[in-house]
């Protein structure tokens, strides 16, 4: 790992201190590049710093289906059973699962740059702000921040690399880091899953104590590091503790109500998003963008498609969601439906979500849902569905399997397009995927726990890290 961050990285991490230049998100920055000095001597020097961080996270990116952050989750969705590539353009490696044979991939070693990135300007942020002379409660809130970055970035690379955490936590994890390639610190081995997830919930856990709800949205706030604890406690089934900090974290924020959830997920001043990354105008990055590919009708490539089975999900005509699902009048039935949940501004500066209160609500009850706590499942559940339907009405499953199973596909229904959930709910499950049948052009098909449910090491990674070696590649 060391010598393959020091070649592919390194760029990145000048990006992390000097991309505040581009003006990043509006705010106040400086109009040059930002030495370690001005960096770390002052909050508004840090504060930029972190600017550029996330403007990395936001725009990295190999080729138009590699373009940030957003690519991880959208190509995640177009591996699930929801959303198609029907033809042959931008996203159809990931629609066919091609992407997860290839040890030299694009998608394999995008994911795998763009998440040691982060993790790397993270650990070198930590660095520079605990040697600074910064006021102590200050220093902690910038490093906890910063530990819940890198927590995230890990988060993302093991569910890509590593099976699932309940399919067996003592498989091969990924490569864990606690110095910066500016370090002489030797390459390290896989680990395990078990080992990954403890490092991940330590670093959250440690930093939501310290950390406030007064920043700006593009940043991660103590909101945020509770959300992203739910997200994790879930993988690994933890249930109360995914419970406790889903309920946590959607304190304070207003579910969208049915007008605001038709207007285009496109502005982080939604009161209900809770992490989102926005875009200026001068900064939208044309074709390769997220709207070019699900709104279509937006400049762009138009090429996500919504499959009829997942269309036949919504069942009630009162339900808004359903709505946004319109047919295309093609007889083809895999061109039949799009989404119209996603429009772009005009301008092309559509801004992006990564988190939001819903999600809570949905892990909160299916976390509660498996540990028998039915009543209460339902009555978060129905919180969120009369937020979306007039018409909603408490469950009446009467088990926890029937419970669980309904809660799943409501996870479908108000997630897909951001998350990746109807990939990675499979692959956390233990869950088969089987999409086949006249809605499906590309049809797939394999049993949990199939090698190609785990992307590739890079062969880059393999070849200059001693400790990973043919015999450690999925």
């Known amino acids: 790992m060391k010598n393959i961050l020091k070649y592919t990285l390194i760029g990145a991490l000048l990006i992390g201190f000097t991309s505040c230049s581009n003006e990043f998100l509006d705010e106040p920055v400086p109009t040059g590049s930002v030495s370690d ?3 770390y001597t002052t909050e508004s020097g840090v504060d930029a710093a972190l600017t550029g961080m996330f403007a990395v996270l936001r725009d990295y990116r190999a080729s138009h289906d590699t373009w940030g952050g957003k690519a991880y989750y959208l190509g995640a969705d177009v591996m699930g059973t929801d959303l198609m590539v029907p033809g042959f353009n931008w996203y159809i490696f990931e629609h066919r ?3 997860t044979e290839n040890s030299n991939g694009r998608r394999a070693n995008w994911a ?6 982060v993790a790397n300007i993270s650990r070198t942020h930590v660095i520079g702000v605990t040697s600074s002379t910064l006021p102590e409660d200050k220093k902690k809130a910038y490093i906890s921040e910063l530990k819940a970055v890198e927590a995230y970035c890990y988060f993302n690379l093991v569910r890509y690399y590593s099976g699932s955490y309940l399919l067996g936590d003592s498989k091969p994890g990924i490569p864990l880091y606690t110095a910066t390639i500016n370090s002489d610190v030797k390459p390290t081995g896989r680990g395990t899953i078990k080992e990954t997830y403890d490092r991940i919930i330590t670093q959250l856990e440690e930093a939501v104590p310290n950390m406030s709800n007064s920043l700006s949205k593009y940043r991660f706030n103590k909101s945020v590091a509770e959300g992203l604890l739910a997200r994790v406690y879930l993988e690994v089934g933890n249930w109360a503790k995914a419970a406790e900090y889903a309920a946590k974290a959607k304190r304070g924020y207003t ?18 998003w809770m992490w989102a990354l926005p875009f200026n105008a001068s900064q939208q990055p044309g074709a390769p963008r997220f709207f070019s590919f699900i709104d279509h009708n937006t ?14 999900l919504f069942t009630s005509d009162t339900d808004i969601r359903k709505s946004l699902i319109v047919s ?17 501004l005009a301008d092309r500066s559509g801004d992006l979500v990564f988190m939001r209160a819903s999600e809570m609500y949905l892990i909160e009850a299916e976390a509660k849902a498996e540990m028998n706590d039915l009543p209460g499942a339902k009555n978060v559940l129905l919180e969120l569905l009369k937020s979306r339907d007039t018409a909603a009405a408490l469950s009446s499953a009467a088990t926890k399997e029937a419970l669980v199973d309904e809660i799943l596909i409501e996870r479908r229904k108000e997630l897909y397009g951001e998350l990746g959930v109807s990939w990675f ?16 052009r590309w049809p797939v098909e394999f049993e949990a726990g199939n ?7 890079p062969q880059a990674e393999i070849d200059k890290n001693p400790n990973i070696s043919e015999a450690d590649q999925n």
């Open 328 to 344: 295309t009048g093609s007889t083809n039935s895999t061109t039949s439906f799009v989404t119209e949940k996603f429009r772009d």
């Open 451 to 457: 090698a190609r449910w785990n992307f590739k090491i």
């Open 97 to 99: 699962w091609d992407v």
């Open 255 to 272: 579910l969208m109500d049915t007008k605001t959830y038709t207007q285009g997920f496109n502005t982080i001043n939604n009161d209900e």
């Open 299 to 312: 400049s762009g490539y138009n090429d996500i498609y919504v499959s009829k089975d997942f269309q036949a």
């Open 37 to 39: 000095k001005v960096t």
């Open 425 to 440: 709910d499979l692959k956390r499950r233990n869950q088969a995927i089987s999409r086949k049948g006249e809605a499906h």
């Open 112 to 117: 795998w740059e763009l998440f040691y990135s």
